[in-house]
């Protein structure tokens, strides 16, 4: 036989053997099983659009959300507005598109700040085991007792009348500055992500111990992998799927945790538009204009509900167990 | 399991300790003090210093930490409020806690009245449409915030039809036993809007986990081994699958606890109930600190305790489970 043909067909086996590797690891097998559950699918799609719809929202809303139209303040639906408009005659549509933003970004920026945390401390925490692991462990039982929304509260009030009346503290000062350039969302990111991470580093723990032993670990060790490619390319590839998983699901939290904070008047700084603040606003005028709660009441709703259903399906897809026959 | 339990609430003191602590400094740290403003006035700076010094605010914060610990544990006093002259923490609590109480415990009465039977009725008819309906219904309710379902509520129930209050609570202290209310017409009229509110999205989420939970539980090896011995389904279901089905449901009461607690503070903003969230709202605002810790201790104290009593029914309801 000759050497180019017998190149050829090592060629073809390998090939094959990659296809197959392919066609059925456990993170295909689980997006295939996602992109089957309608109802997740739809979630996701709309969730897509309503991430657009945030990036594009100065092509999409018919007006900037700060302009303001004295003659038309309290405007019924209209070809004009289509959802009406607030106090102040600014388009509640254009409001509630540009809302999107910071439910979007508080969900976003929220669970990667509380993935990394409870990554970080849950792996290490299984990985190092013995007296580390006690000592982690401890720490987030020990912040079990805590009551968090509590604490998000304060720190929204301390953060709040620390940017209106400024800082003596050297490094505050641009944080400050950031932050009303943000529309004082930056504030409201930090106060978040410490929301859900012990519950992220207990699944990430729980993961590493599960995966510790396993046989391909035991593998990587005796080809002479150190502790951070063991760490890296082997654990958290398999870590990840159930803490993303259980991110997803914590995503309306946030987002609810978000409009109630706006609702009270701890949210993002005026004009910049939340759905919580507009929610608040429509609520104050609920007796004589319950149209102005519609628009962002429902894309809250539909936001939310959204999250949920994608959420449930990668649940489902990444758990075989509740698979449904 | 009783070493286990008294371990645990050894524990709680650590866990309370440094919740004060942090509290303690940080609500001082919050730039604004008590006395910046009466009403719309701000008074002048004399008076501002004698009532500082009336309540110790010019002392360094350890040694104010010190008297407080010291009043709390030796007196079991929480302070005065430095807002409501006259009042002390202790009586705004006592007031204040018993309406979110009653709220808390009829909204969670609720959600486990619907939430169960609705979970186990759509996972014993798995993939029919009533599952898919109360599936989809159970959705809907947790993706549903207070601040959504409260105003919606309001709207249609107390505007347009005018069968309930817009808001306020139907009861007042003092209260039977110290917090019952007395359940007059009014009390309940009162009632529905808030509970409902509260209740709807709790409800959904227990409905959600009882399904899941039950789905799994029936698949297991020891119901096949009861269906092989020929009991009844009934039986098979409500002796053998139920109990154990309900265990993740207890383990999400704690959580869910903390969820009618965080609930609370919601529905009370939103119907301007004079529970203790609204009152822990105002406080923050007012820098009024002793309200503000002693609020935030009595939250954290049913936190610690809800948790507990979540692991003890766990090991109640699964013999498998011992803490040593």
Redesign the interface.
Known sequence: MAAAEKAAIREKAKEAFEASRRERTPFRDAMRQLLKNRAAVIGGVFVILVILMAIFADFIAPYHFAEVHFEDNYAVPSSKYLAGADYLGRDLLSRTIYGARVSLAVAFVASSVSLVIGLVIGMVSGYAGGRIDNFLMRLV??L????F???V??LQ??FK??S??G?GIAFVGPLLDLNRRMGGMLFIFIAMGFLNWLQMARIARGQVLSYKQKEFVEAARMVGAGDARIIFRHLLPNVLGPCIVSETLAI?GYI?TE??LS??GLGVDAPTPSW?IM??E??TG??SY?HL?MAP?IA??LT??AF??LG?GLRDAFDP??R?E | MTRYIIRRILWFIPVLFAIILATFVFVRAIPGGPFDFAGDKSLPPQVVANLEAKYHLNEPVWKQFGRYLYDLIVKQDLGPSYRYRGRTVNDIIRDALPISAQLGALALLLALLIGIPAGIIAALKQNTPLDYASTFVAILGVSIPNIVMGPLLIWIFALKLNWFPVARWGAQPPFFLGFLPTPTPDFWRHAVLPVVTLGTGLSASIARLTRASLLQTIREDYIRTARAKGLAERVVIVRHALKNSLIPVVTILGPMFAAVLTGTFTTEQIFGIPGLGKHFVTSVGNRDYPVVVGTTLLYSVFLVIANLMVDITYAWLDPRIRYD
């Open positions: 039982d020990f079990y007792g805590f009551p929304l509590i604490f509260i304060l009030v301390y009348a620390l209106r009346r800082s309306p609810f409009a109630f609702f009270i919580g929610i608040s429509g609520y609920l007796r319950p709660i009441a809250l709703v939310v509900l949920n259903f449930d167990r509740l449904g």
